[in-house]
């Protein structure tokens, strides 16, 4: 959740110091992030694979972060309003968190 907050900080203000406080954020979330998806790449592939799957996560998660902040650039240059942009960062934040449930879940039964 708290992935939500840089993006919807620096909608919310165009003050400096709220921009360097949103990039902090997005600095901790960044670094909570990839460990956990690095630790989760490892625990869902076997030791054979892992280097490959390590490559493939790293692609998928370098251009998810391109899309993204190309999306949301876009929805600021647009002017969307904050409550749509607020509601896609929640919408996207709860359909991965439903994605991962689901693979887990899949991993573990087997």
């Known amino acids: 959740m708290l992935s939500l907050l840089p993006p919807l900080l620096v909608m919310g203000s165009v003050d400096l110091a709220v921009i360097v ?3 902090v954020f997005f600095g901790l979330v960044l670094g909570m992030q990839e460990s956990i998806y690095r630790a989760a790449v490892s625990k869902f592939t076997p030791t054979s694979s892992r280097g490959a799957a390590y490559g493939i996560f790293n692609t998928a998660y370098g251009v998810g972060l391109l899309i993204s902040g190309a999306l949301y650039g876009l929805m600021v240059d647009f002017g969307i309003p904050f409550f749509l942009v607020a509601s896609y960062a929640f919408l996207t934040q709860v359909a991965a968190t ?13």
């Open 21 to 23: 406080v949103s990039a």
């Open 98 to 110: 439903l994605l991962l449930l689901n693979a887990s879940s899949k991993i573990t039964q087997k």
